[in-house]
């Protein structure tokens, strides 16, 4: 039985097999015959054959359809030659329309920054609006035009049926100190676009000069010598003599410096004076960020036109922060601690130790051989051996890098310049500092009585031989005629005092101040008067006697 089932399907299946391929046979043959058939017909027959009443054209299938005018590529704004001078900015913009898919790119030899499909391209803003796909533009800006940027800039757009176009233009750029006349020892400094006469004008690192000495203080190069006597407006009248002098000692650390009304000095001597009311980035170590120091200043006095240094907050090998606060307090990490004459803190499991000597907060990072300095009011000041750091721009923040192997004796005032960095915590509007000097129009009434003020004190005049005070003097002269009250002037003036007396002290010259500039009780009395949440609104003034 089953023997003969299986017969019975084999049989239907065989003839299923025979069937499916007689009917492809069919099918193919009847392929044949309409190809040959196609093949045999005239224009005419194959008209009727199909059925169409349409005539066939010879001249392809273009010709089929009605595509209308082709759209050529265009410019609706090309380049042109522009003139500007060195340190302007300028934006170079150029606009196509045409069919789509567009490309749109500036390109300039000297100043390329990537290549693409072999073509040199600078990095501009490509302006497209999906809802215009026909036009394109591309915006090239330059924020402070340097000499390198001259030249002839190219604007290439391509279109997606292969239509190209390109449009030229140059870029002249002018020396705007070309022609200028400037005075004794002066010279002129290119200043965003503008020629100004300056003493502080960039002697640069002054390595490959050799120093030179006079009256006892040593210059990095006669640049410096030439710029100090451009501030004093005569020539020194001693002799020059090539090399250091002899009581000279070899600079083995870099310090930044911030005090009085936000004045700083930068680690490569170089000054500015800002008011700003945020906790701005002083110092961070670029390399693996290891230390960060921030100083937070705000507005104070009276109407609120003072600048005070409110903290320092110090972050260590990124596992450890403290703050330093105004009154010789401490926040160590949410504790409130309090630093006595004469005592000795540790915080951080022996990262930091802390001592207080005199007025002088003075702080050592062991492990970094770094060092800092509060007064507990307004001077901080940061010095980092130049063994810690491998190359200048290891270090950022508002104190700038550290020189490898020296500092200038005496550096520039930079608050003209607009590259400092003044990075913030904070909202970066919030946060915009305002750079240089306050201005005052009594200037010349305070400047004999303050001058005199350090030069005929004998505690000062200790110090002058080892750290010059000319540049306190300039800003004790400021800040005294620019203090916001009026009827007591001294507590500007002994801020910058008070900071030239720590600096002296750390070189070794303990200066013991007259009281008729600034009372002992200064600090502490300032510090009362604030309260301990630091009312900030009501500030006073100390002292009460005009200089």
């Known amino acids: 039985v089953v023997s003969t089932q299986s017969t019975g399907s084999s049989g239907i299946n065989a003839e299923y097999g025979k069937q499916w391929y007689q009917r492809r046979v069919r099918a193919a043959a009847l392929l044949l015959l309409l190809v040959g058939v196609a093949f045999s017909l005239t224009e005419d027959e194959m008209r009727d054959y199909v059925g169409g009443t349409e005539e066939l054209d010879d001249e392809g299938p273009d010709a089929l359809t009605d595509l209308g005018e082709v759209v050529?590529?265009?410019f609706s704004q090309g380049l042109y030659t522009m003139t500007r001078n060195i340190g302007r900015s300028v934006s170079i913009t150029c606009s196509i329309s045409g069919p789509a898919p567009l490309n749109l790119y500036i390109v300039h030899d000297k100043i390329a920054t990537y290549y693409k499909n072999r073509k040199r391209r600078i990095f501009g803003e490509t302006i497209y609006d999906e809802a215009k796909p026909n036009e394109m533009s591309v915006v090239y800006v330059i924020e402070e035009t340097e000499a390198k940027h001259r030249g002839i800039y190219k604007c290439k757009g391509e279109s997606g049926d292969g239509q190209m176009i390109s449009s030229s233009g140059e870029l002249v750029l002018l020396d705007?100190?070309?022609?200028i006349q400037c005075g004794f020892r002066e010279q002129c400094v290119n200043s965003r676009g503008s020629g100004i006469c300056t003493c502080d004008y960039d002697c640069g690192l002054a390595g490959g000069d050799e120093a030179v000495c006079?009256?006892?203080i040593t210059y990095a190069s006669l640049c410096y010598l030439a710029r100090t006597e451009c501030r004093k407006g005569a020539a020194i009248p001693s002799a020059i003599e090539s090399g250091k002098c002899e009581s000279y000692k070899e600079v083995s650390a870099a310090s930044c410096t911030l005090s009085g009304e936000g004045h700083v000095t930068k680690f490569n001597g170089d000054f500015f004076s800002f008011k700003g009311n945020c906790p701005y980035k002083m110092a961070e170590d670029t390399r693996k960020g290891v230390l960060v120091v921030y100083a937070?200043?705000?507005?104070?006095?009276?109407?609120?036109?003072?600048?005070?240094?409110s903290s320092v907050t110090i972050y260590v090998d990124r596992i450890y922060g403290f703050t330093i606060e105004r009154g010789w307090l401490i926040n160590d990490n949410g504790k409130a601690r309090s630093i006595q004459n004469g005592e000795t803190l540790v915080l951080g499991g022996g990262m930091v130790s802390i001592s207080r000597v005199g007025k002088t907060m003075v702080g050592n990072i062991e492990n970094k051989k770094i060092q800092f300095f509060f007064d507990g009011l307004n001077y901080f000041k940061l010095t980092v051996p130049f063994s810690y750091v491998d190359k200048e721009d290891d270090f950022g923040g508002f104190c700038g890098p550290i020189p490898v192997d020296y500092v200038p004796t005496m550096g520039r005032d930079i608050s003209f310049l607009s590259d400092i960095d003044m990075s913030a915590m904070a909202n970066i509007e919030q946060c915009e500092a305002e750079f240089g000097l306050k201005e005052c129009e009594n200037v010349d009434e305070y400047e004999d009585s303050v001058r005199s003020a350090f030069e005929d004190s004998e505690g000062l005049a200790d110090c002058a031989s080892v750290i010059s005070m000319e540049s306190y003097i300039d800003r004790a002269i400021q800040d005294t005629c620019a203090c916001d009250v009026s009827q007591d002037l001294n507590y500007c003036f002994c801020n910058v005092a008070y900071a030239y007396k720590e600096?002296?002290?750390?070189?070794?010259?303990?200066?013991?101040?007259?009281?008729s500039l600034c009372s002992k009780s200064f600090h502490q009395d300032a510090f009362k008067t604030e309260g301990i949440s630091y009312k900030r609104y009501y500030r006073k003034w100390y002292n009460r006697k005009n200089i």
């Open 72 to 74: 050529k590529l265009g």
């Open 176 to 179: 705007p100190c070309e022609g």
């Open 214 to 216: 006079t009256e006892g």
């Open 296 to 309: 937070r200043t705000e507005a104070c006095g009276g109407n609120l036109e003072g600048n005070c240094l």
């Open 503 to 515: 600096d002296c002290r750390q070189a070794g010259v303990d200066v013991n101040m007259e009281e």
